[in-house]
Structure formats: structure tokens, C-alpha cells
RNA sequence: GGGAGCUUAGCUCAGUUGGUUUAGAGCAUCUGCCUUACAAGCAGAGGGUCGGGGGUUCGAUUCCCUCAGCUCCCACCA
């Protein structure tokens, strides 16, 4: 095989992925083996790929090919979400391009336009997954609304009812007047937000329905909502307020009288200290008016526009309606001032809305079960989450678990199973039949034409929270009278999540909940979440500011390995990541590292005739050492879910160990025959590189792998097993390095005194060199001769170093300036002398002595002895050039 | 307003119950090399008083306090 001088990831990427898919490497069903189990993280079934992603599933993918390369069944559940709000929206506006309104449609012809739309841009994620490599098990594709899965939140809805833990009320929500409905505390983020304090004058009613002369003034952010006030609060305390107690104040513009009350939770110190109380437009108001059985008056309607029952600005929008009732007010003589003012506003995390508190019914779940049990989970450390510090955000938030609104006034979801008799009592079952049932014990003379069900439906998180049961199992789910099938019974717990920090609550701990509350046990063992991407900048990556790459495109250019590589080059859990594209880049280089390594290898023959040169004896014994050193760490690392640390490990095994040091140790001349031993020992060595390195770069070690030696057909090397470390010998591995800053020092005297690596020089030593790896030396430093000597003929006509301990010498004649010899010692001389001192101090120190553990005082002997050899050694050398 | 976390070389980060030759890596930088695997490369080198101050200790990058800066999460818009 002719191969170019450069690795590219083109033509080999789709070859490999369709044989690992078409072969069904990624496949897995239930057997013996300890199974190894992950959920993807469900993106919503109309996004495209992104940077997030990337980092995420690359993670998921090293994680799931490591555990199948150490002989466990892993099986990867990839799917989709249906993301009631995003793709809703994403389908009222493909309407509105076509001049339809959702108004217009009924359900069935909307959610027949809402399929299409899903069935024609749905899943392109998934198709881009595979470009990056990821194993997934694509027969086990799921969808959270694919009818099996609907029936689960169906049925676990009717659970959690019968368990009388769902429930509907009236409840201040917040409402999207852009999605038109309401969302979950959750999904509202709240922002600092710019705009005006309003400082108006109520002037007191003077009995009759007038103005007296008398005013108060109250402050507000929303003048708009003044027409449904509904009292006027001030603290009890408050003497500035004590004289208008019992008294009414009139309502700006609309003059209606309303009373004076008082509260404790009116603040005197902010504002004006009286508080315009709007029951039916604020949380707070709402109870306050419940306390004062005061009357609600809603204004504000589903899109955020003032009713008729506010009298005036009916139908305007409340934003338009603010500017135009400032204007009357200040014109009407009841602006008393305007003030700049900033305050955090809540916003609608799906379509950005300013969300408006509002009462409506909706349906809720109850938490004051759930949260304590899934809090213990954590607690208790049978989930662990990594990094640690999310436990105390995780602790927090179910300590102050409110109860979650799980209805959305949308169609796109499962639509909610209560079925209203037409007196308005309802029954909830899991189909009409069930609850046409139901509905006639209640009312024996309901006919299913009377029965309306709920129009709402559930929140989408309410069907992810059972995600990890129910694409194993979906009957399981809310009938704990179905026994879990075999999959559910093989696969659950599933042991790895990888996901963000930024759906901890939204997804994690609601997961949690439905694990342990379906299957008595915790849905994963570890969570490990991931930092969010953001650009060089540190800004987030988003569509608008045009920072974010595209994946594809990446992967295109540097190839899916460099793309896996880059990410994981700069990601340690939960900590933000900076991606720039050098990193990317990277990532190619190596690869373009490991593709020529091996044509190296390749392009050698082996001779079995030849017998095993000493310095390649000696490579090949420290290599594998140096090898199960690196497989040890690695382990570790993963083992602490330290993923670019292991990969560092790897990276510089490979790239400083096995290329710069053991390759061109055993490098035999050019055109010249490499005896059979090393040869094998070195293909070896390659394969078991290949092989450590796949869970991360997965294409590349298979094309190599598939090459390096004959593979019968339906071999490959994510099936092999990954190496195990074995015994190692650390002190050889630190003799070698005595070897490897020897050979530094002499390239660094060529390159200081301008001698060409092809002259050989010679070189003295005093002190315990390993006699075994003179040859190495020799060879890697392009020495004529090593000799070990008892003192250095001409010490001014050379460069000396140390190396460790072990003084060495290369004589130059002619070439040596005395005078920078001495000053480059001298350099070194002052250094080991600050190094003694502190040493000395130590040792001098009684209660170092006796306080200080055995081991840490030997180790500052040995410090102090070997620095003194060494300053003995650097102080005779100067001595002699200074003669 | 409440809570959590971060601050170590130009950049991105390690630093594992306080002691491993007076701090490590990768990238970037500088110098010299187109040496028949690789210039997407090779060889060598430089670079940090571990954010400031104080304390505990024989010993602090590591523990405590404090100040400064940054980030994130939670929180009902008077």
C-alpha cells in the first residue's frame, strides 16, 4: 500500500463507520457479560448539531468504547426529544410563512402539519452524530413522543394522580405571552433588566368617589397594571402612614376606589413604603390579596394585551400600554416623578418573552415526596456527581423543590388524560374508554360525546424524566404491576451520564425521581457534567453572535478524530471550555503523527537472521515499561473521570516516548533490513498504541490497526481488549531518563557551540552511569566514545554538565570560551547553594526532626547529600578552569 | 438579596487527605535545522516570588481569616 505523506480522515471515516454498522459492532443485547449501559442525552428532534454536542457525545462515545474494549456489553441508547415549545414554535412559524394560522387550524390539523415537520427535519442530529463517530446503538432509536413512550407518561400520570401527588389549582404562573402558555419556575431566567421606577400620585377619596386634596404617592415598575389594583398596603409600623388608615384612595385615570391595608410585608424603607397591590399581575400581590380577601381582577390577557375590564387601553399591548398610560398620567397630574431604575425581570427561556405572572389552572406534581428521596440518593453517594461541587447546587434546589407545573397550554405533547364531565368534575385514566367508565360512576347518564379531555398538554420534561426506563422498557413506567422486561432488567441502572450543568434540575434530579419512584433504584451511578463551550472570548456560543463553527464543517476540514481530540484537549468536568480552533488543529497534527510513525514502521523489513542490537534491546525493555507505566495512569485518570488528562498521557506516550525516543533509537539504517525480534516487539508496540488510543480516535486506529497486521473479515479493534498495566520497573525508567537529559545536554552544547549533529564527539564521565544504556547514549547523541574516567584531562578545553549526579565532560578543543564556562556554573553553583541553605534549614531544624514523618526527613538527607556531590563536583570543576 | 466556585508561565489547565531535588503539562514564543516517517516536522532554550494581606504549622500553591477581581446558580418586575 502506497502511502501519502499526510493522514486523510476523508477516505477512511465513512468506510469504517459503515463496516462497524453494517457488521452491528454497535449492537447489544442482553447476555453474560457485566453490561455497561448510557442514555443519550435526548437533543430536541429538530436541532442540528453543535459545539455542545460534540463535547458531550464525544465524551459519551470515549466512555462507551472504553467499556467495550474492556469486555463490557455496552450498549449506547440514542433518541430524540419532542420539545413541546421549540417545535411548536418552529411550526407555527413554517405556517405563518405559508400564510396559515395556527387560529385556524384544529388540533388534528395542526399536529398533521406538526408530523410532517418532524418527519422532514426531524433526526438530522442523529445523521450527524454518526459523522463524529458515535456508537450508538442506532436500532434502539427512541423518541420521546413515539406512542410506546407517550403511553408511559400517560400511564405515569394516572400513577401519580391515583397517588393523589397531581393535582389542579388555580396558581399564579408564569406566563409566555409569546408561547402562549405557561412554563415551568424553571424554565423562567431572570435578567437585570433597564427601565423606569414610577412615582404616582393616589389622591384620597373623598368619600364620595372624589379626589380630595390629599394624595400618597406610590412607586411602581408597571404602571399599566394600575387598573386592576386592589388595595393600597402599607407597613403597620409605619408611622409616616398612621393618618390615612381607613381611608380610600382613588385609582389614577379610572378614579375607582380602592382601600388602605396593612401589611408586614410591605418594606418601609423602599420606595414610598406604600405598595399598589395587583392580585391577579403579581406573585406577591396574589398573596397579599388571599391574606386581605381582596378582589381579583385580571387585565392582561393570553398575548399580553389589556382586557376590557381595564377599562382603558383595552386591547393595547401592555408594553405599548405602559408608554401611552405614562404620557395620561403625567398629563393627568398624577406623576409625581420618574426615576431609572434596574431590576430583574423574568424571561421566557424558549422564546425570550418578558413573562407575566398570571392566574390559571393548570396541573401540578407534587414534590414534597419526590425531592427528599432523589435529594438522599445524592447524599448518600449512590449517585456521584463529578465534579463534587454540584451537590450543593443539586442540595439546594431540592431542599426549596416547589411543586412543578407540568401543563402547557400547547398541542405538540402528550395531551393530558382528564376527561371533564359537562358539570366540570373530571376523571383521569389513561384512555376514553377508562374514563368514560369512570365518568359514569360519577354521572350514570354521560355519554362519551359529553366527555371533554384536558386540551393541555404535559410539560416535555415530563416525559424525559423517565427516559432511562422507558426506552428499555416504556410499559414499566407508572404500571408497577408490569414486571421490568429483559432489557429494562439487564440494562437499569445505566452507569454513566454525561450531561450539562444548565439541565440539573430540568432533567437530572427529575430523572432521579422517576427511578427511584418506577424502579426502587437510582437511573445512574455517575453524572458527569460537562463546562459549556464558549469561544476564545469566553463568550457563550450562539447563532447571533456568529462564534459558533460548525461542526460538520470542522470535521470536513481536520477530520472527526481532531474534531473528538480538540474538545477533549481543554475539557475538565463542570468547568467551562474555551474551544478555539487551534486546538482543532491539534488534533490533526497528531494524527497526521501517528499516520507517519506507522508509515515508518511499514516501510521497514525485518530480518529473523539478524541477532537484536544492544540499543534496541535496551529500547524495547524500557518502552514497555515505560508503556505499562502510561496504561496505569491512564487508568486512573479514567477511573476519576479525568478524560484530557488521560488522553494527555497518551498523547505524550506516543508522540515523546515512542516516536522522538524509542522509534529513533531502533531506527535502523537507511534502506538496511531491522532484526526480526525488535520488528515484532515494535509492530506490537503498535498495535497496542492503536488500540489504547481508539475509545479517542476512533477511525484512525482502526484504518492502522486493519493495515498493521492480516485481519480476517469482521475483526476490529473496538473489540479488542484494551491493555492491562503490569509490573514495571521505576527505577530502570528513571535510569533511562539519567540517559535521555545526558543526550539533551550534548545537543544543547552542539547547538550552542554551532557543531553539526553529523560530527561525532566524544565524552568522559565521572560517577554511576547505568553501563547498560551507554550504547543509547552513544547512538541518540552521536558520540564516537563514552568513557567512564577518574578525572578530565584538559577541563579547559571542554563543556562539562551534570547528569543527575554523574559528572560528564565533552572535550573541545578550540571551541570552548573558559569565561562562560565558569559563569554557566557559577549560575548553577549559586542555585545549589539556595537549595543547600534551605535543606540545611530544615535539617537544622529540632522540630523538624522530630516532628516531621521518617520518610520526609530521609528524603531531605538525600537532598542535602546529593546537592553537596554536586557542589563539591561544580566547585572543583570551576577550581581547575580557573587555574 | 441568598448560595457555590474560581484566581498557578503569553494562552488553556494539572497539582490527588500540607513535605517527591526551592512549582508541572500542552499550546504559543525564541534559536538552529528541508537530517529519506512526519516543516501539520526535528533538536535545543527561555518563561511563574502559585491574585493581595494576615494567621495556623517545624514546613502552606495546598488549611483558616480577610481584601480585591471574575464566573455560575437560586430568588415573585413595589
Avoid at 462497524?20 to 449501559?37: M, V
Avoid at 434596574?342 to 401540578?364: D, H, K
Amino acid at each position: 500500500m502506497e502511502l501519502s505523506a499526510k493522514y486523510n480522515p476523508s477516505e477512511v471515516e465513512d468506510k469504517w463507520y459503515s463496516y462497524w454498522l453494517e457488521k452491528k459492532f454497535f449492537h447489544s443485547e442482553p447476555d453474560s457479560r457485566e453490561p455497561y449501559t448510557v442514555v443519550i442525552p435526548p437533543p430536541n428532534v429538530t436541532g442540528v448539531l453543535h459545539m455542545g454536542h460534540v463535547l458531550n457525545n464525544t465524551i459519551n462515545d470515549v466512555l462507551v468504547r472504553k467499556a467495550r474494549m474492556e469486555g463490557k456489553n455496552a450498549c449506547w441508547i440514542p433518541g430524540t426529544d419532542h420539545a413541546s415549545i421549540a417545535t411548536e414554535n418552529k411550526v407555527v412559524a413554517k405556517l405563518k410563512s405559508m400564510g396559515i394560522s395556527k387560529e385556524d387550524l384544529t388540533r388534528e390539523e395542526f399536529l398533521k402539519y406538526a408530523w410532517e415537520w418532524k418527519e422532514e427535519h426531524g433526526g438530522i442530529i442523529l445523521k450527524q452524530l454518526r459523522k463524529l463517530g458515535a456508537s450508538c446503538d442506532w436500532d434502539r432509536t427512541r423518541f420521546t413522543m413515539e406512542p410506546e413512550l407517550s403511553e408511559a407518561v400517560i400511564n405515569t400520570f394516572c400513577h401519580f394522580y391515583k397517588k393523589g401527588w397531581i393535582y389542579r389549582g388555580v396558581r399564579m404562573v408564569n406566563w409566555d405571552p409569546e408561547g402562549h402558555t405557561a412554563v415551568s419556575d424553571d424554565e423562567v431566567i431572570h435578567r437585570d433588566t433597564k427601565s423606569h421606577f414610577y412615582h404616582m400620585r393616589y389622591f384620597i377619596s373623598d368619600g364620595n368617589g372624589k379626589p380630595s386634596d390629599k394624595y400618597i404617592i406610590v412607586a411602581t415598575t408597571r404602571p399599566e397594571t394600575i387598573m386592576a389594583d386592589a388595595a393600597i398596603c402599607v407597613n403597620p409600623n409605619d408611622e409616616r402612614h398612621h393618618w390615612m388608615k381607613g381611608k380610600k384612595v382613588l385609582i389614577p385615570l379610572i378614579n375607582k376606589e380602592i382601600p388602605i391595608i396593612e401589611d408586614d410585608y410591605v418594606e418601609m424603607d423602599f420606595g414610598t413604603g406604600c405598595l399598589k397591590v395587583t392580585p391577579a399581575h403579581d406573585a406577591h400581590d396574589y398573596e397579599i390579596g388571599l391574606r386581605h380577601n381582596l378582589p381579583i381582577l385580571d387585565i392582561i390577557d393570553d398575548h399580553g394585551k389589556l382586557t376590557a375590564d381595564a377599562q382603558i387601553l383595552v386591547g393595547e399591548d401592555r408594553f405599548e400600554a405602559r408608554k401611552k398610560i405614562v404620557k395620561m398620567l403625567q398629563e393627568a397630574g398624577n406623576m409625581e416623578k420618574i426615576e431609572d431604575y434596574t431590576s430583574p425581570v423574568g424571561y421566557s427561556e424558549r422564546t425570550n418573552a418578558v413573562i407575566e405572572p398570571r392566574l390559571s389552572a393548570q396541573w401540578f406534581l407534587k414534590m414534597s415526596e419526590l425531592a427528599p428521596v432523589a435529594l438522599d440518593s445524592v447524599e448518600s453517594g449512590l449517585i456521584k456527581f463529578i465534579p463534587d461541587k454540584y451537590r450543593n447546587t443539586y442540595r439546594h434546589w431540592m431542599e426549596n423543590a416547589h411543586d412543578w407545573c407540568i401543563s402547557r397550554q400547547l398541542w405538540w405533547g402528550q395531551r393530558i388524560p382528564a376527561y371533564y364531565l359537562p358539570d366540570g368534575r373530571f376523571v383521569v385514566e389513561n384512555s376514553p374508554e377508562k374514563a368514560l367508565e369512570a365518568a359514569k360512576a360519577l354521572d350514570a347518564s354521560v355519554t362519551a360525546e359529553d366527555l371533554h379531555q384536558d386540551e393541555d398538554v404535559l410539560d416535555t420534561w415530563f416525559s424525559s424524566w423517565l427516559w432511562p426506563i422507558s426506552v428499555f422498557d416504556p410499559q414499566r413506567p407508572g404500571q408497577m404491576e408490569h414486571q421490568p422486561n429483559a432489557d429494562l432488567a439487564y440494562y437499569y441502572p445505566t452507569n454513566d451520564l454525561v450531561t450539562g450543568p444548565d439541565i440539573i434540575f430540568f432533567w437530572v434530579a427529575r430523572m432521579i425521581m422517576a427511578g427511584n419512584e418506577f424502579m426502587g433504584d437510582v437511573p445512574f451511578r455517575n453524572v458527569y457534567f460537562t463546562g459549556i463551550v464558549r469561544d476564545k472570548l469566553g463568550r457563550k456560543m450562539s447563532k447571533t453572535l456568529g462564534n459558533s463553527p460548525n461542526p460538520l464543517d470542522l470535521i470536513e476540514k481536520y477530520g472527526a478524530d481532531a474534531v473528538r481530540l480538540g474538545m477533549l484537549l481543554c475539557s475538565s468536568a463542570g468547568s467551562d471550555i474555551l474551544y478555539d480552533e487551534s486546538q482543532v488543529e491539534q488534533g490533526r497534527n497528531f494524527c497526521n503523527k501517528i499516520w507517519n510513525a506507522y508509515r515508518l514502521i511499514k516501510g521497514w523489513s525485518s530480518d529473523a537472521s539478524l541477532p537484536q542490537g544492544e540499543s534496541s534491546a535496551i529500547a524495547v525493555k524500557w518502552f514497555t515499561d515505560k508503556l505499562n507505566q502510561a496504561v496505569e495512569a491512564v487508568y486512573d485518570h479514567f477511573d476519576k473521570f479525568r478524560i484530557s488528562d488521560a488522553l494527555m498521557t497518551i498523547y505524550k506516550l506516543f508522540w515523546d516516548d515512542f516516536c522522538a525516543w524509542y522509534l529513533e533509537i531502533i531506527k535502523p539504517e537507511f534502506g538496511k533490513p531491522m532484526d526480526g525480534v525488535t520488528y515484532d516487539a515494535t509492530v506490537g508496540f503498535m498495535d497496542t498504541l492503536l488500540k489504547l488510543l481508539h475509545p479517542i480516535m476512533p477511525f484512525i486506529t482502526e484504518e492502522l490497526w486493519q493495515n498493521i497486521a492480516e485481519r480476517k473479515d469482521g475483526e476490529t479493534v473496538m473489540n479488542q481488549r484494551l491493555p492491562q498495566a503490569k509490573q514495571y520497573s521505576s527505577s530502570f525508567i528513571a535510569d533511562f531518563e539519567l540517559c535521555t537529559s545526558a543526550i539533551a545536554s550534548v545537543r544543547n552544547i552542539r547547538q550552542t557551540k554551532g557543531i553539526s549533529p553529523k560530527d561525532a564527539l566524544e565524552l568522559q564521565y565521572k560517577g554511576a552511569f547505568p553501563g547498560e544504556l551507554v550504547t543509547v547514549l552513544k547512538k541518540m547523541a552521536n558520540l564516537s566514545s563514552v568513557t567512564e574516567v577518574s578525572g578530565f584531562e584538559n577541563p579547559d578545553s571542554g563543556s562539562a554538565f551534570l547528569a543527575g549526579t554523574v559528572e560528564m565532560f565533552v572535550p573541545l578543543t578550540g571551541l570552548v570560551n573558559v569565561e562562560e564556562e565558569i559563569q554557566k556554573m557559577e549560575a548553577e553553583i549559586r542555585h545549589l547553594e539556595g537549595f543547600l541553605k534551605g535543606v540545611k534549614a530544615k535539617l537544622s531544624n529540632e522540630k523538624f526532626v522530630s516532628h516531621a514523618p521518617a520518610a520526609v526527613v530521609e528524603l531531605e538527607r538525600k537532598k542535602e547529600s546529593d546537592a553537596t556531590v554536586k557542589l563539591e563536583n561544580l566547585c572543583r570543576a570551576v577550581a581547575n578552569l580557573k587555574k
